[in-house]
């Protein structure tokens, strides 16, 4: 029967044209206008779009047996709005968590930003987005933690940007992509620069080599950061296919709460979860959409992928670029997982969103590396060490321009006290060690403000390629 069908839904997310829900003149969330990006999601998504709308409840005492009627708490519409009746209660439910989840195909080398999970990244993260491509290298650097550009293409890579390099020399010939953050630049004098990457690529980029440039998500706090978007309006739709759908919830003012990626059978899962300031029904005008994923190659969790654990740079003095060497990490398994602390601000009450504005004010991150017996990370708190810790994901090879992708985390440090030897598949010994995003990343060399910094200092960062 049409419009009864929970296997038949859609979601779809558009950032706000204006913080705070988009409000309308009644201090409303308005999706009107609004540009939407239909997102495929798993099936627990209809399941997640649940609330409890805002209610009074009171002992009193009564001549009858039963109990007392509850009794709403909100806005009363002034005309039939999110299927109330003029007169009635406005139905705004307050969740604190809806959660989609995804397989992680990237956006093949395009923004990032425009895709449905871009969106909800940058709902509290920060996106650098490169200005090309790729680089050709004009000169050859000292050692693998450095390549030389013109002085033109040096001013257009940042501090703090992600780069990666696929080698086909016949020495250092590669099936995967070695990934590394810029840490410094120096001008030669004879119209290129010097470029300092850490950690280490494993061969030192020569003359003619490319350097391919990455969008990368980073955290920020509080609302100022240029590549922040505003908050969210995520609309759920269910019942039957276009008109046929019977639900819709509309959840207003959201911000990104946490995401994780993990290995889902080889390849990457994405899961993210936002936070409303509200949500509201509006069954009447509910039509599901055609949704597509992404169009890049599903991101590979353990195939074409490279992890890398740098050298120590806790000795690296604030203010000088770092570039330690890198080690390759063999991994059974590996996860992410980041929250961030959201909260409404701007207190406001004459509709029924929460605030004025959705702000974030911490971002947390940690990471779960399973791997053979590793002295490295066992005695990284007792050393009192900091590494930059690289996950890479295929798909590897030549023709993979544009897809792939990283987590790197630039201070890793122990997150517990755990990291002990225990029994794995068919007996093998193996080692989980939790890890932690430790602070701001502060080993760079040069003077850079505003959002540029913020990408610098960054703890971690998603990284995309572009193509």
């Known amino acids: 029967m049409a419009g009864k069908s929970t296997a038949i839904y859609s979601v779809k997310v558009a950032p706000a044209t204006a913080e705070g829900g988009n409000p309308d ?3 409303l969330p308005s999706i ?45 519409a002034g005309s039939s709005s999110f299927g109330a009746d003029a007169g009635d209660f406005i139905r ?7 959660s989609l989840s995804a397989r992680f195909r990237n956006s093949n080398g395009t923004d990032p930003g425009a895709t449905a999970f871009g969106h909800i990244l940058n709902s509290s993260m920060g996106l650098y987005s490169p200005s090309a491509a790729s680089y050709t290298t004009t000169g050859v650097g000292a050692d693998g933690g450095e390549f030389v550009v013109s002085d033109a293409n040096a001013t257009d890579i940042k501090i703090g940007a ?5 080698s086909e020399q016949a020495t250092v010939a590669t ?3 070695e990934y590394a953050i810029v840490t410094g630049k120096t001008d030669n004098g004879d119209g290129n620069h010097t470029v300092t990457v850490h950690p280490k690529f494993a061969h030192t980029p020569g003359t003619a080599d490319t350097i391919q440039m990455c969008y990368a998500f980073y955290p920020v706090v509080g609302d100022g950061d240029t590549t922040l978007s505003n908050d969210l309006h995520v ?18 003012g959201c911000r990104m709460s946490a995401f994780e990626i993990s290995n889902d059978n080889g390849a990457a899962s994405l899961s993210m979860t936002v936070k409303p300031m509200v949500m509201v029904n509006d069954d009447g005008n509910a039509s599901t959409v055609d949704t597509a994923e992404p169009a890049g ?8 992928a490279r992890v890398d654990l740098a050298a120590d740079h806790s000795a690296v003095a604030s203010g000088t670029a770092a570039s330690t060497a890198r080690a390759y990490l063999p991994t059974f398994d590996h996860s992410v997982s980041v929250s961030f602390d959201t909260a409404p601000g701007t207190p406001e009450t004459r509709g029924v969103i929460r605030g004025g504005s959705h702000e974030i004010h911490n971002a947390t991150c940690s990471v779960s590396v399973t791997t053979e017996n590793s002295d490295d990370l066992q005695r990284l708190m007792t050393k009192g060490e900091r590494r930059t810790l ?14 792939g992708g990283a987590f790197i985390i630039k201070n890793a440090g122990r997150a517990d006290g755990d990291a002990n030897p225990s029994g794995g598949d068919g007996n093998r010994i193996q080692q989980v060690t939790a890890l932690r995003a430790v602070s701001n990343f502060n080993t760079y060399a040069g003077s850079v403000t505003g959002d540029e910094l913020n990408l610098a200092t960054a703890p971690f960062l998603l990284v995309l390629p572009r193509a």
Do not use: W
């Open 32 to 76: 009107s206008g609004e540009t939407f990006v239909g997102m495929a999601t798993t099936t627990a998504t209809v399941d997640s779009f649940a609330g409890t709308e805002a209610f009074h409840e009171e002992e009193q005492g009564r001549r009858t047996p039963g109990e007392n009627e509850l009794l709403p708490v909100g806005v009363v």
């Open 297 to 304: 190659k599903l991101l590979q969790h353990r195939h074409g």
């Open 25 to 27: 003149l009644n201090y």
């Open 175 to 177: 099936f995967f992509h």
């Open 235 to 252: 609309v759920f739709d269910m019942g039957g296919t276009g008109s046929a759908a019977t639900v819709r919830r509309i959840a207003s």
């Open 92 to 98: 705004a439910m307050y969740d604190n968590e809806i």
């Open 162 to 166: 992600p780069v990666r390099v696929y």
């Open 390 to 403: 690289i996950l890479g994901y295929g798909p590897g090879g030549t023709g993979t321009t544009g897809n």
